[in-house]
């Protein structure tokens, strides 16, 4: 079963909002009428696999761990299970560098794999210059995130140009229309 609107599935978590605040910016940037959130504290598994197009985004906790919602949709919701054949599929990761510098966006990277693995594309790979951190589950090429990496906790101000430059290339990229 495919979307019939032809939309973005946005699929997002967050325990302190600051997640949810860079969905809402993304959605501006890339055009309400182009893109379908959810929240995937509700497990929408079957949501998901309508889309061909995924943007999911998360944040990373503690010694690498995936953010609650997340945790719960990859370990109990079925999302290691889903087909991702065909699938283009982008992500945005959010983490503390200085704090958590040998977990940053670990999250992007746990998530990534099985996207991979389950035969998706992933768009929208950042470059790692202008972080430090000492490694990164996220990181699969030197170099190179698997997707987008955003610091809130110590580098707020690079945010809104990291964005802006992200979905820039989601359109060269041919990601985005």
Do not use: C
């Amino acid at each position: 079963m495919k979307n019939e609107e032809n939309k973005i599935g946005l699929f997002w978590g967050t325990d302190t909002g600051m997640t949810e605040e860079i969905v809402t910016v993304l959605v501006e940037m890339i055009g309400a009428d182009k893109v379908a959130t959810y929240n995937v504290f509700d497990n929408p598994k079957e949501q998901l696999e309508q889309y061909e197009y995924l943007i999911l985004g998360l944040s990373t906790w503690y010694d690498g761990e995936l953010q609650s919602d997340w945790e719960e949709f990859h370990d109990n919701g079925g999302f290691q299970d889903i087909d991702f054949s065909g699938k283009k599929v982008a992500l945005f990761g959010l983490g503390d560098q200085e704090g958590y510098d040998e977990y940053f966006i670990d999250g992007v990277g746990i998530i990534g794999d099985i996207v991979l693995q389950n035969g998706g594309e992933i768009f929208g790979k950042w470059s790692t210059e202008g972080y430090e951190y000492t490694q990164s589950k996220a990181e699969k090429e030197k170099g190179q995130f698997l997707g987008l990496a955003i610091d809130e906790d110590n580098q707020p101000s690079q945010t809104d140009e990291r964005l802006e430059q992200w979905v820039a290339q989601l359109k060269e990229e041919g990601f985005l229309k």
